[in-house]
């Protein structure tokens, strides 16, 4: 059973920076699709960034493209979300989920396509 352990959240202000982290266990291969979704109070958990630890791939959601980005270090089993220029409506519980299909999709994560989720990091964004 693949388990995962985001850490890294915390609290920032506006137009600062963080960097999460997705430790995941029991990984057999490289061929995993690896993602980041948030949610945010009284909303949906939504796809941010996704990654296919054999190649590289990746995906943004337009709410994050240019200023998120997704890495892997498969020597470590971790992928990272370093955040940048960070706004308040990026504040959110992030989580990692790994895809039931083994890479990222160019069409981003689908929330039910996933497989096993981390239980998340708090994302606060204040001034």
């Known amino acids: 059973q693949v388990q995962l352990v985001e850490s890294g959240g915390g609290t920032v202000q506006p137009g600062g920076s963080l960097t999460l982290s997705c430790a995941i266990s029991?990984?057999?291969?490289?061929?995993?699709?690896i993602s980041w979704f948030r949610q945010a109070p009284g909303k949906e958990r939504e796809g941010v960034s996704c990654?296919?630890?054999?190649?590289?791939?990746?995906y943004y959601s337009e709410s994050v493209k240019g200023r998120f980005t997704i890495s892997r270090d498969n020597a470590k089993n971790t992928v990272y979300l370093q955040m940048n220029n960070l706004k308040p409506e990026d504040t959110a519980v992030y989580y990692c989920?790994?895809?039931?299909?083994?890479?990222?999709?160019?069409?981003?994560?689908?929330?039910?396509?996933?497989?096993?989720w981390g239980k998340g990091t708090l994302v606060t964004v204040s001034s």
């Open positions: 989920a790994t895809d039931r299909a083994p890479y990222c999709s160019g069409e981003g994560p689908y929330l039910y396509g996933m497989d096993s």
């Open positions: 029991s990984l057999t291969n490289n061929y995993y699709g």
């Open positions: 990654i296919s630890m054999n190649d590289g791939t990746t």
